[in-house]
Nanobody, 117 residues
Framework: QVQLVESGGGLVQPGGSLRLSCAGS????????MGWYRQAPGKQRELVAN???????NYGDAVKGRFTISRNKAHNAVYLQMNSLKPEDTAVYYC???????????WGQGTQVTVSS
């Protein structure tokens, strides 16, 4: 069974930084795209960033230039370095992964990021 486990959320002041991590598990599972989405109260879930197997990245407009996504394919892990955080970045952040071959889509349980003074 495939599982995605996030860590690294928390409370940070505006202008601060956080690093989110997501570790994927599953026997012989190979992940295709991996990425991060977020959902703020009363809003729809939105793309933060994703990364392809070849390392190509895609970012949501709201985070371009401030967030950086990376992955460790050997460990089925994906990371999100978040700099210059703003109060509007406050949301639950979800790890997402697509399994190669089947195309099955998986989500982590979410980790809360709160940006506040």
């Amino acid at each position: 069974q495939v599982q995605l486990v996030e860590s690294g959320g928390g409370l940070v002041q505006p202008g601060g930084s956080l690093r989110l991590s997501c570790a994927g598990s599953g026997r012989s599972t190979v992940f295709y795209y991996m990425g991060w989405y977020r959902q703020a109260p009363g809003k729809q879930r939105e793309l933060v960033a994703n990364i392809a197997p070849n390392g190509n990245t895609n970012y949501g407009d709201a985070v371009k230039g401030r967030f950086t996504i990376s992955r460790n394919k050997a460990h089925n892990a994906v990371y999100l370095q978040m700099n210059s955080l703003k109060p509007e970045d406050t949301a639950v952040y979800y790890c997402n992964a697509v399994v190669a071959g089947s195309g099955s889509n998986y989500w982590g349980q979410g980790t809360q990021v709160t940006v506040s003074s």
